[in-house]
C-alpha cells in the first residue's frame, strides 16, 4: 500500500524559512513523480513543484522560483521541499501527491494517484 506522509510544517515569520519532508512507502517502482501542492482557505488547490524520480526533472510555479528547492532522498524515500523567504501569501495547507503513471512533471492538474494528509504551514507578517 503507498502511503505518504508530509512533516515539516509550523508557524514562521515572514522571511523565514521550512523545510517540508514527504515520506514516502509502498512504492513498487522506481518510475514515478512526485508533485507538492498547496490550498489556502477558499482558494483551489495549485501546484508549487514536481520532481521526476525517472528523469530528476523538477519545475516550480513562478510563485515560489527562486525560493523553494525540491530535493529527493532516495536512499531514505523522501521528498523535500525548502522553501526559504517565506512570505504570508505562502500560508496554505501543503500536500505531496505521487503519480506511477504519468511519471515525468508534465503538468500539475492530472489525476495524481496518491495523496499525504497534508501539512499546515503558517506565515506570520
Known amino acids: 500500500e503507498v502511503q505518504l506522509v508530509e512533516s515539516g510544517g509550523g508557524l514562521v515569520q515572514a522571511g523565514g524559512s521550512l523545510r517540508l519532508s514527504c515520506a514516502a512507502s509502498g512504492f513498487t517502482s522506481d518510475d514515478y513523480a512526485i508533485g507538492w501542492f498547496r490550498q489556502a482557505p477558499g482558494k483551489e488547490r495549485e501546484g508549487v513543484s514536481c520532481?521526476?524520480?525517472?528523469?530528476?526533472?523538477?519545475i516550480y510555479a513562478d510563485s515560489v522560483k527562486g525560493r523553494f528547492t525540491i530535493s529527493s532522498d532516495n536512499a531514505n524515500d523522501t521528498v523535500y521541499l525548502q522553501m526559504n523567504s517565506l512570505k504570508p501569501e505562502d500560508t496554505a495547507v501543503y500536500y505531496c501527491a505521487a503519480d506511477f503513471i504519468d511519471y515525468f512533471c508534465s503538468a500539475y492538474g492530472r489525476p495524481w494517484e496518491f495523496w499525504g494528509q497534508g501539512t499546515q504551514v503558517t506565515v506570520s507578517s
Open positions: 520532481i521526476s524520480n525517472t528523469d530528476g526533472s523538477s
